[in-house]
């Protein structure tokens, strides 16, 4: 069974500062994705980034990025310039390509951007 | 519509009550999904259809919650009996297919009295 967990349950960054939030992750599979979701107090989880397992450049997006490390089943988020919209509750996910279908998430990780 | 809705938005019930949960995917999605996120958790997986199937109700956790999709489209989620160990949001998910991106609504807000 996959397992993702977020050891990191609330971090703060200064306006304009840079963030990484960690995630970690178990499984047996090959071919996976992993997700990086925001969700505010509205509850709509905003999909920020994803990386497909079988590609080695880490993806980006804008302020976005992630440090991924197959080997160690490591997924990173950084968050460069750090806005005070940024401030909300971050999970990690994972889905495998075959098979289940489903996602798996973190506990979460409450960023708060501090003015 | 634009994107997933859910409906209610909240709902407020007594313990032992009956209630039902809407889905709404985006036009054309034939994976739908159900989630459940309790305080302070992420969302866990419930049940997911692929047509008018469920394809894996596995994470539903017991014979009070079913959830059905009779046209393709619409679901609802229904939960008898309900407990206070059931007070939660509820997300619901659509995906243009079983391996695609997952696009979730805003969620219901169940409290059980």
């Known amino acids: 069974a996959q397992t993702v967990t977020q050891s990191q349950p609330e971090m703060s960054v200064q306006e304009a500062e840079t963030v990484t939030l960690s995630c970690t992750y178990d499984t047996s599979e090959s071919n996976y994705y992993l997700f990086w979701y925001k969700q505010p107090p509205s509850r709509q989880m905003i999909l920020v980034i994803r990386?497909?397992?079988?590609?080695?450049q880490n993806a980006t997006e804008n302020r976005f990025s992630v440090n991924f490390q197959k080997a160690a089943k490591s997924f990173s988020l950084k968050i460069s310039d750090s806005q005070l919209g940024d401030t909300a509750m971050y999970f990690c996910?994972?889905?495998?390509?075959?098979?289940?279908?489903?996602?798996?998430f973190g506990t979460g990780t409450r960023l708060k951007v501090l003015a | 519509g634009a994107g997933v809705s859910q409906t209610p938005s909240n709902k407020v019930t007594e313990k032992g009550k009956y209630v039902e949960l809407r889905c709404d995917p985006i036009s054309g999605h034939t994976a739908l999904y159900w989630y459940r996120q309790s305080l302070g958790q992420g969302p866990e997986f419930l049940i997911y259809f692929q047509g008018t199937g469920a394809a894996d109700d596995s994470g539903l956790p017991n014979d009070r919650f079913f959830a059905v999709r009779p046209e393709g489209s619409v679901s609802t989620l229904k939960i008898q009996r309900t407990e206070r160990g059931d007070s939660a949001v509820y997300l619901c998910?659509?995906?243009?297919?079983?391996?695609?991106?997952?696009?979730f609504g805003p969620g219901t807000r169940l409290t059980v009295l």
């Open positions: 998910a659509s995906s243009l297919g079983l391996a695609g991106e997952q696009f």
């Open positions: 990386q497909e397992a079988y590609k080695q």
């Open positions: 996910a994972f889905f495998a390509t075959s098979g289940t279908y489903k996602y798996i």
